[in-house]
């Protein structure tokens, strides 16, 4: 079998995950913090899982700027990106006894959503309504999140919840 070839990653790139992976803590913690105790008592958050996350958020946005000739991503792909590789890596893990529910299994699916408005704007998370929320956390779970997709989704959202033209 072939060896996997090691990518070196700059120092720079290296800071930015730190940094992106503690505001990806403290949104973690911000949500607990909004949970029912007895939901908290059955999750934690893996560290390794939500650092292989951040790294491949990096690896995609670096793609996308190589792609489109981008000096920068705008907070919506920020956004986008974040969501993404939260919802497929699923840092959050539940305790073997918890019992299952709902808020439970798409836990990671509402984390990911969580973290990812706040590249939107404080309090963006509060402000769209339950039924957009149902619909963000079926697609996350259920389907193959686009980067690009949800970037246009999230700025035409943004859009519409401040009344700006897009």
């Given at each position: 079998m072939d060896e996997i070839e090691e990518i070196e990653i700059s120092q720079e790139r290296l800071e930015k995950e730190e940094a992106r992976f503690k505001l990806l803590l403290v949104a973690y913690n911000r949500l607990?913090?909004?949970?029912?105790?007895?939901?908290?008592?059955?999750?934690?958050?893996n560290k390794p899982l939500l650092a292989c996350a951040v790294r491949s958020y990096f690896?995609?946005?670096?793609?996308f700027k190589a792609y489109s000739k981008s000096k920068l991503a705008d907070n919506h792909k920020q956004?986008?990106?974040?969501?993404?590789?939260?919802?497929?890596?699923?840092?959050?893990?539940?305790?073997?006894?918890?019992?299952?529910?709902?808020?439970?299994?798409?836990?990671?699916?509402?984390?990911?959503?969580?973290?990812?408005?706040?590249?939107?704007?404080?309090?963006?998370?509060?402000?769209?309504?339950?039924?957009?929320?149902d619909n963000l956390i079926y697609t996350t779970q259920y389907r193959n999140v686009s980067g690009k997709q949800l970037a246009t989704s999230l700025y035409i959202l943004?859009?519409?919840?401040?009344?700006k033209n897009p």
């Open positions: 607990i913090s909004k949970l029912p105790d007895d939901l908290v008592s059955f999750i934690y958050i690896d995609d946005i670096e793609r956004s986008a990106y974040t969501i993404k590789w939260i919802s497929k890596f699923r840092p959050i893990q539940v305790c073997q006894n918890a019992p299952a529910s709902y808020e439970l299994l798409t836990i990671n699916n509402i984390y990911a959503i969580f973290a990812g408005f706040i590249f939107l704007g404080e309090g963006f998370f509060e402000i769209i309504s339950p039924k957009l929320l943004e859009c519409a919840i401040r009344n």
